[in-house]
């Protein structure tokens, strides 16, 4: 099988990554108000968000925001006792919340694939990369005409993340670095060629050098595959080089949701938001710029009542004390949970 032929095969499946018609695309993932909850603590509270085909969608916020939760359930997989409570994810018109196992297993890897936070240690140790490989494709014997055309496509994938095959295919995971071991998982999660690839703290564990590459790579994937990409970040200086579209959470709510223009250079911002990116260190900026946010993010067990951001925002008003904001959309999508930001915006009927 030819390199073209790859390349169109998998953009067959995955759509088109022409970024001219990125906005007029249609969705292929919908959150409609998705709650789940661990026992009596709700991890993520009535989240709402598209996604839409050839988008880098990004679900940023700070450790324990829900964001890894969020994406859990996508698949299917929040771990138990967490199950969701209220509220329906759908891809392609299907409703995946509630759906029967086997047919959502028929989903997991070839139409929705993701790649785990800490994915150097997602491989055996005892047997070769390729072995493994080989065990995925018996799994899905329908994926591929011959097991050797499957072993050809993953041999592409690894050239498109900058490996070579035969040190791969043949060699261990304690052979390879921890670089490496994360581009091989990026390839393996391709490997049934998703149209949706999500991919938690892909660059967290890595040195600079190496978060600069798999940056280089993913946006190298989206362009050359055209995948649908989901990723999970804290790291705000990652939403901006790789990002289109950006959802913030904070103690398991939206806070805003935009395109990077938005989210970054509107005025219209939440303050939870621009606290982030002033408190973002900087080589160029004077030090004495950098403001960290006030107080901690709430426990679940002892949310604050309001708006939850209340008890650290210097705007802050009274009925912030008591009242939780909706997220509210403006005429572009660009949603923004604030009672003081959306307050004149409201009154002149701009938002819905």
């Known amino acids: 099988m030819s390199t073209h032929q790859m390349m169109a095969l998998h953009a ?31 991890a993520v509270d009535g989240v709402s968000l598209t996604v839409r085909e050839g988008d880098i969608y990004a679900l940023a916020g700070e450790s324990g925001c829900g964001k890894s939760t969020l994406a859990y359930s996508l698949l299917g997989m929040v771990p138990p006792p967490g199950v969701v409570s209220t509220g329906q994810i759908t891809f392609r018109g299907h409703t995946l919340t509630g759906m029967d196992r086997r047919k959502l297993d028929q989903i997991r890897g070839a139409e929705i694939s993701m790649v785990f936070q800490a ?23 329908d994926s591929f005409p011959t097991a050797r055309e499957g072993r050809e496509y993953f041999e592409y994938l690894l050239r498109l993340v900058r490996l070579d095959p035969e040190v791969v295919w043949k060699g261990y995971e304690s052979r390879l670095s921890g670089g490496m071991k994360q581009r091989v998982a990026i390839a393996l999660g391709l490997l049934l060629r998703p149209s949706v690839l999500v991919l938690d703290e ?10 600069r590459l798999v940056i280089d790579i993913l946006n190298d994937l989206h362009e050359t595959l055209g995948v649908t990409i989901i990723f999970i970040t804290h790291d705000l200086a990652l939403v901006a080089e790789l990002a289109n579209r950006v959802a913030v959470m904070y103690a398991g709510r939206l806070v805003e949701t935009g395109t990077i223009d938005e989210i970054f250079y509107d005025e219209r911002r939440h303050p939870y938001v621009s606290a982030l990116i002033r408190a973002v260190p900087s080589v160029t900026a004077d030090t004495e710029l950098i403001k960290p946010i006030p107080g901690r993010v709430p426990s ?8 939850r951001f209340a008890p650290r925002c210097a705007q802050a008003i009274d009925i912030c004390q008591s009242v939780d904001p909706p997220l509210l959309l403006d005429a572009a999508e660009h949603g923004v949970a604030c009672h003081v930001v959306n307050a004149g915006l409201s009154e002149k009927g701009l938002l819905k």
Not at 119 to 141: C, D, K, R, S, Y
Not at 300 to 307: H, I, M, T
């Open 300 to 307: 679940l067990a002892e949310l604050p009542p309001g708006c």
């Open 202 to 211: 892909p660059t967290t564990a890595l040195d600079i050098l190496n978060q």
């Open 12 to 42: 067959d499946t995955a759509g088109g990554g022409d970024s001219d018609a990125r906005q007029q695309a249609p969705a292929i993932l919908e959150v409609d108000n998705l709650s789940v909850n661990f026992g009596p603590l709700r």
């Open 119 to 141: 994915a150097m240690n997602a491989f055996n140790p005892v047997i070769t990369i390729g072995t493994q490989v080989e065990h995925v494709l018996q799994a899905h014997p």
